[in-house]
């Protein structure tokens, strides 16, 4: 498939997006917005800056972002979870390890729910073919009785897969964390104002160069609008969204999408359309809005409040809205 043809794609499927209006401000002392666009993670990756002068960092942390994939990649012979999933246990680089610790945790506080084993059934789905289909049952059952956070162990920095089919897919906290990495690094390089999107994983560095936070535009989980919901004023913040219009394709009319629960293989059915959480980390939002969804909308917003600094924003499949504490400080405009 095409580059173009992917960027379009995914543009769509994007829930959360840059309200334009505001960044296309110029302020006093720097110039309008830019953005430099890449494609890494399977999906478009972009940094908007404001100055000039920061274009070499903006590009530097872009071939950060690249140099993570290669770490993270399940699909990737060259990179290192691949190597870990191939070899059944080796040691690990800093990165991988703190990627696999962050989601055994959150396998821990989900009781499985979330669950960074599901590789080998993950891999039955191909939600970008041209052709989608289900996978066969016999491969679904075979593939399941690999899945079990449990049997991965962390040994200093050893990690070994107890089951030697088991592949471990970080898909859900890859991302954010990467983003997190290329925020620490302009920031370091001097850059004050930025957002990065990994492919509707925002993370903001600082705020607008006007003094203003940076206004984040929620929308609707629905191929067909492109209505925003709710907009969120934000600095130093990130906001990450799963829901079932990002990756999916349609068997029978019934959608089918890739947040897979580990009991089944298929994807969950709880009456949740999306999760938006906002927060600090972005690895954190990015385990936590998987984890909500896959919990539902009670289990989700506890576990959500149980996080200081974060809050979440829930839409049912009828569309409706149930903000977690904390959600409403972030409406109004600062």
């Not at 003094?211 to 004023?233: L, M, N, W």
């Not at 289990?299 to 499949?317: H, M, N, P, R, W």
Request: hydrophobic content about 40%; aromatic content about 8%; charged content about 20%.
């Amino acid at each position: 498939m095409a580059l173009g043809t992917k960027n379009t794609k995914i543009q769509k499927i994007i829930f959360i997006t840059i309200l334009i209006a505001f960044l296309s401000t110029a302020c006093a002392g720097h110039s309008g917005p830019k953005t430099v666009n890449n494609f890494m993670f399977d999906t478009v990756v972009s940094i908007t800056y404001y100055n000039d002068s920061d274009l070499p960092a903006v590009n530097e942390a872009l071939n950060l972002g690249r140099e993570l994939e290669s770490v993270f990649s399940r699909t990737l012979p060259e990179s290192e979870l691949y190597r870990l999933n191939e070899s059944g246990s080796m040691t690990v680089s800093a990165p991988l390890l703190e990627v696999i610790e962050l989601a055994l945790h959150f396998s821990e506080l989900t009781e499985g729910c979330f669950d960074p084993t599901m590789g080998a059934v993950s891999a039955l789905y191909n939600f970008s073919s041209d052709a989608p289909a289900l996978p066969a049952p016999d491969d679904l059952r075979e593939n399941l009785t690999h899945v079990g956070w449990e049997n991965i162990t962390v040994r200093g920095s050893t990690v070994t897969l107890g089951d030697p089919e088991a592949v471990l897919d970080l898909g859900a906290v890859a991302k954010g964390y990467a983003a997190d990495r290329m925020k620490a690094l302009l920031a370091e390089r001097g850059v004050a104002h930025a957002i990065i999107n990994l492919g509707g994983n925002i993370l903001c560095l600082g705020g607008r160069p006007d003094g203003k936070d940076f206004a984040i535009g929620v929308q609707y989980p629905s191929r067909e609008s492109t209505e925003i919901v709710e907009t969120v004023h934000l600095s130093d913040l990130s906001v990450v969204t799963s829901g079932v219009y990002q990756r999916f394709f349609e068997n029978n009319g019934e959608i089918f999408h890739h947040i897979l629960d580990p009991q089944t293989g298929m994807s969950v059915r709880n009456g949740l359309s999306s999760v938006t959480v906002i927060g600090p980390s972005s690895a954190v939002c990015d385990a936590l809005s998987t984890a909500c969804f896959s919990l539902g909308l009670e289990a989700g917003t506890d576990l959500v409040e149980s996080f200081e600094g974060y809050c979440a924003l829930f839409i049912t499949d009828n569309l409706a809205l149930h903000a977690s504490a904390g959600f409403a400080d972030l409406i109004a405009d600062h």
